[in-house]
């Protein structure tokens, strides 16, 4: 059993949500007594404007399994579901949204998945494999024994409007699962359930929430996806803007560089500044064509202009290459941090 002996921790970020704050409660309670296993409610105020927080510590006063967290402002929901993975108790933690769509209903569902037996949408790491092992058999073996570290609900039938929430997000997700290979059809649902040890590890910056399964897939832990049940909202103003949808590309492009050149940036810059001293060296030599079959003056020639940009550009991204290769080495050995995570060993 985990810290004070609580099996589960229920996070919910909440922004001015005073009309959904107790019926969320009451429902939640309802289902979590009848799993019959020691819990607590964590609430994050993000800097609510309303009577979210005082409705928050009334039900506080009333069930000590309830806690709350109360930011000066609104930081956003990776700040708020980061400060309460920090502050869970639970093994397994589940996060999901304070606006009443996510139904508590569902939370059963997702514990049940995380100890089933099928096999994981994301395997145990290949250096885990032992020589001579046949890599499935090994992670499903694995799989047998331990079930998932992550199970991502998927809203389906999704009650939100069309063109300003589910188009959106059906092309972010479809970009997202595309670029890191994670095949989960919702990224952007919050209702999901975390073993504590693979959540703890995982820290969030900016909007990176949605995220969150693919940090954990890159640490090698084992996702699973169930269908779960969404609801219109009752009570209160939704806070998504399609502005956002800007900010879920940006951190597209910000997660593929993490994922695929955080340890190795020379490879990504260094590949940029290849193609750019490439290009130059072809306008250098357009150039020179030029002089010796139309013998074209090299006196402020386009492809002379050119040329010298690409090989100033080509050089630049290779040094910056070079200076990622020292701040990445700088940052793994100064904290006699690893490159690697390991999930277990005898």
């Given at each position: 059993m985990a810290e004070g002996g609580i099996f589960l921790s229920i996070v919910i970020p909440v922004y001015d949500e005073e009309g959904n704050i107790f019926l969320l409660y009451e429902r939640l309670v309802k289902v979590l007594e009848r799993i019959d296993k020691p819990f607590e409610i964590i609430y994050i105020d993000d800097g609510s404007t309303d009577r979210t927080w005082e409705i928050v510590r009334q039900i506080g006063i009333k069930d000590s399994r309830v806690r709350g967290v109360?930011?000066?402002?609104?930081?956003?929901?990776?700040?708020?579901?980061?400060?309460?993975?920090?502050?869970?108790?639970?093994?397994?933690?589940?996060?999901?949204?304070?606006?009443?769509?996510?139904?508590?209903?569902d939370i059963p569902r997702l514990l049940e998945k995380m100890s089933s037996r099928e096999s994981t949408l994301s395997a145990a790491p290949a250096a885990q494999t032992g020589p001579g092992k046949n890599s499935g058999e090994?992670?499903?073996?694995?799989?047998?024994?331990?079930?998932?570290?992550?199970?991502?609900?998927?809203?389906?039938?999704?009650?939100?409007?069309?063109?300003?929430?589910?188009?959106?997000?059906?092309?972010?997700?479809?970009?997202?699962?595309?670029?890191?290979?994670?095949?989960?059809?919702?990224?952007?649902?919050?209702?999901?359930?975390y073993r504590r040890d693979i959540i703890q590890d995982i820290n969030l910056y900016g909007e990176m929430h949605r995220m969150i399964p693919v940090l954990a897939h890159w640490t090698g832990a084992r996702i699973a996806e169930i269908e779960v049940t969404h609801h219109a909202r009752e009570t209160g103003v939704s806070k998504y803007s399609?502005?956002?949808?800007?900010?879920?590309?940006?951190?597209?492009?910000?997660?593929?560089?993490?994922?695929?050149?955080?340890?190795?940036?020379?490879?990504?810059?260094?590949?940029?500044?290849?193609?750019?001293?490439?290009?130059?060296?072809?306008?250098?030599?357009?150039?020179?064509?030029?002089?010796?079959?139309?013998?074209?003056?090299?006196?402020?020639?386009?492809f002379l202009i050119l040329g010298v940009l690409l090989f100033i550009i080509g050089a630049q991204l290779v040094m910056m290459g070079l200076l990622g290769e020292i701040n990445i080495r700088t940052y793994y050995e100064a904290q006699n941090k690893p490159t690697y995570t390991i999930r277990e060993s005898f």
């Open positions: 109360r930011f000066r402002r609104n930081f956003g929901q990776a700040a708020a579901l980061s400060a309460g993975f920090s502050k869970a108790r639970g093994e397994i933690v589940v996060s999901m949204d304070g606006d009443g769509q996510n139904a508590p209903e090994n992670d499903k073996s694995m799989t047998e024994q331990e079930g998932y570290d992550v199970v991502n609900g998927w809203r389906r039938d999704r009650k939100d409007k069309l063109f300003s929430r589910r188009i959106p997000s059906w092309i972010a997700n479809r970009l997202i699962a595309l670029l890191t290979g994670l095949e989960i059809h919702d990224f952007g649902c919050t209702l999901r359930a399609i502005g956002r949808t800007l900010n879920v590309i940006l951190d597209i492009i910000t997660l593929k560089f993490f994922i695929g050149y955080f340890t190795r940036p020379l490879h990504l810059f260094g590949l940029l500044g290849a193609v750019s001293l490439v290009l130059g060296l072809g306008a250098f030599a357009a150039l020179i064509l030029m002089k010796i079959l139309s013998n074209v003056d090299m006196t402020g020639n386009p």
